[in-house]
């Protein structure tokens, strides 16, 4: 029901307008009156009505002062206005306010119920626009997200100037200004092996912790299987640590009310320029890296990394060595779940858990280096992948006596068998994304269909197979569903004589308009220029 309000100094004409139109019988609220304008706007800013009715010539505040004041704090906010007065400049004024109605007084409740009504129906229509655009943006979110990725690499790769960055956040309807910054690496991990549950917790946890979010401070990013980034903002450099404590305190306590859930975070250094955040990802990632050396539940701060043990000992001796810091595991578990650009910082950790004494041993660097290589070897013979296809090292390499050579030798095989790793599973990946296509031809006029749900069929995260879907097909999930449909619908126009409406439910949208709408955003034109063969330039 809409609301309306009316502000009007004649006591005798307020009663008449509020008394003479049964406003709930024609489906209205009359929510509020005041006197004059002073007195009516602080109640219109608590009300917030549809329709102010309003005469122009009142004490204190006038009409067209107090439909400036409306327009620029309740924009959709309707509003007619009531004069006695018929000079033109009144009028040309009222309409670059934005006053939807200047009607002469005096006026009769029928032919005022009248113009109310063509309000109405204009607000109708505006509001059905709106729902429209909210739903098309909503189900173009995977897009974004693609966006938002895209964006987050320019700002970690830092070969984009601050005002690029800027310009490029906002056509995302992000604001990146801010005089202090910081990023924080997270991945929660949920740890019930219970099938297709997988997907549907994921999806919880992430609205929860989205929910606590402060957005002006806060800007999330996704990291496909490493999780999310955050890039906290602040006013000062104490600010931005408060905003930072109290958000993850909030991440912490939420995950901790269900022990299925397990996490790791890792906190980067504070940095003041947007272009310096590529050195609060790089700490960052330090700290994200000794998920493999720590226990789970922690959240790192990167300026303690120094102070955690190393391995350091006064003087090489095999029996200081902990062998729980050089074990096969960790470098598993990093093959298994880790990143291939994350691969150096993973191993700078590994390295600096052996202790940079034990490393002055030439003995002992090449049997860690040949070990990394057996592991990475062993890794790949499991997925039947021949150790051929990593790259060797001769017995007599100068990276068996060089500590940099030698990190940056584990770390490249540890890249290699990560990529290895992918093209391995893509084999299933091809699998998956057959069964999802497969589901989508099966399905398409099902109006429910989405990725979310597709991910709960085969027991993925949403935005794991949104990663492979786009990585497969070479387009994201949204737009493979809407061309699927839009083509379905495009044989209809062409070869049958059915409604545009009719089309609509068959190819997945209960609504026409928003057919329609979506028809013309991806096809250029209208379905109906599109049955007579007309050009989008052919619209009127």
């Keep these: 029901m809409l609301k309306v309000f009316l502000v009007e100094d004649e006591y005798v004409v307020r009663e008449g307008i509020k008394k003479k139109i049964d406003w709930q019988a024609n489906g209205y609220e009359f929510c509020g009156e005041a006197g004059d304008g002073e007195l009516a706007f602080p109640m219109i800013q608590r009300l917030k009505p549809d329709i102010v009715i309003t005469d122009i010539k009142m004490?204190?505040?006038?009409?067209?002062?107090?439909?400036?004041?409306?327009?620029?704090?309740?924009?959709?906010?309707?509003?007619?206005?009531?004069?006695?007065?018929?000079e033109f400049e009144y009028a040309k004024e009222a309409i670059s306010i934005g006053v939807s109605k200047y009607l002469s007084k005096p006026i009769n409740g029928t032919e005022l119920l009248k113009e109310v009504n063509e309000l109405a129906d204009k607000i109708a229509e505006k509001k059905k626009e709106q729902d429209i655009r909210k739903k098309y943006e909503a189900e173009m979110e995977e897009n974004l997200q693609q966006d938002r990725k895209r964006l987050f690499q320019d700002i970690i790769m830092g070969n984009k100037s601050a005002a690029e960055l800027i310009e490029d956040a906002q056509a995302l309807s992000l604001d990146l200004s801010s005089p202090w910054y910081n990023i924080v690496l997270a991945k929660v991990r949920f740890m019930d092996k219970e099938p297709g549950q997988f997907s549907n917790h994921m999806l919880k946890i992430d609205a929860r912790l989205t929910s606590i979010?402060?957005?002006?401070?806060?800007?999330?990013?996704?990291?496909?299987?490493?999780?999310?980034?955050?890039?906290?903002?602040?006013?000062?450099l104490e600010d931005l640590e408060a905003t930072q404590q109290e958000y993850l305190e909030k991440m912490r306590q939420e995950l901790e009310k269900d022990s299925r859930y397990g996490y790791f975070a890792g906190i980067g250094i504070p940095v003041n320029r947007l272009r310096e955040l590529s050195t609060s990802f790089e700490n960052a990632s330090h700290a994200f890296a000794r998920q493999y050396f720590t226990k789970e539940n922690t959240i790192l701060d990167s300026r303690t990394l120094d102070l955690l043990p190393s391995g350091e000992k006064d003087a090489f001796d095999v029996h200081n060595i902990d062998t729980k810091s050089m074990g096969h595991g960790k470098i598993r578990d990093f093959l298994k779940l880790g990143n291939k650009e994350e691969a150096i910082y993973f191993v700078e950790e590994f390295f600096h858990g052996l202790g940079s004494n034990a490393l002055k041993s030439n003995l002992f660097l090449q049997y860690v280096v040949m070990d990394a290589y057996f592991c990475v070897a062993s890794f790949l013979e499991e997925m039947q992948i021949e150790r051929e296809a990593l790259e060797a090292f001769d017995a007599n390499?100068?990276?068996?006596?060089?500590?940099?050579?030698a990190k940056e030798y584990v770390a490249r095989i540890i890249g290699q068998g990560i990529e290895l790793r992918e093209q391995h599973a893509s084999n299933r990946y091809e699998n998956v994304v057959r069964e999802v296509t497969t589901y989508i031809e099966k399905n398409y006029a099902d109006e429910e269909l989405s990725l979310n749900?597709?991910?709960?069929?085969?027991?993925?995260?949403?935005?794991?197979?949104?990663?492979?879907?786009?990585?497969?097909?070479?387009?994201?999930?949204?737009?493979?569903?809407?061309d699927y449909r839009m083509n379905k619908a495009k044989v209809l126009l062409k070869g049958s004589s059915k409604k545009s409406s009719e089309i609509s439910a068959e190819v997945g949208y209960k609504d026409p308009h928003y057919f329609s709408y979506l028809f013309k955003k991806t096809q250029g034109m209208t379905p109906t220029q599109y049955r007579g063969g007309k050009s989008a330039e052919g619209e009127d």
Excluded at 213 to 222: H, M, R
Excluded at 397 to 405: A, I, M
């Design 453 to 482: 749900m597709l991910a709960s069929l085969v027991n993925f995260s949403p935005n794991h197979l949104s990663m492979i879907f786009s990585q497969e097909t070479g387009q994201t999930f949204i737009k493979y569903l809407t």
């Design 397 to 405: 390499s100068e990276l068996l006596q060089n500590q940099t050579l």
């Design 59 to 86: 004490p204190f505040m006038d009409g067209l002062s107090l439909s400036k004041l409306i327009k620029k704090e309740l924009p959709w906010t309707e509003i007619i206005i009531l004069t006695g007065f018929e």
């Design 213 to 236: 979010l402060d957005t002006d401070k806060i800007l999330i990013f996704d990291r496909n299987l490493e999780g999310k980034a955050l890039i906290f903002k602040g006013e000062s």
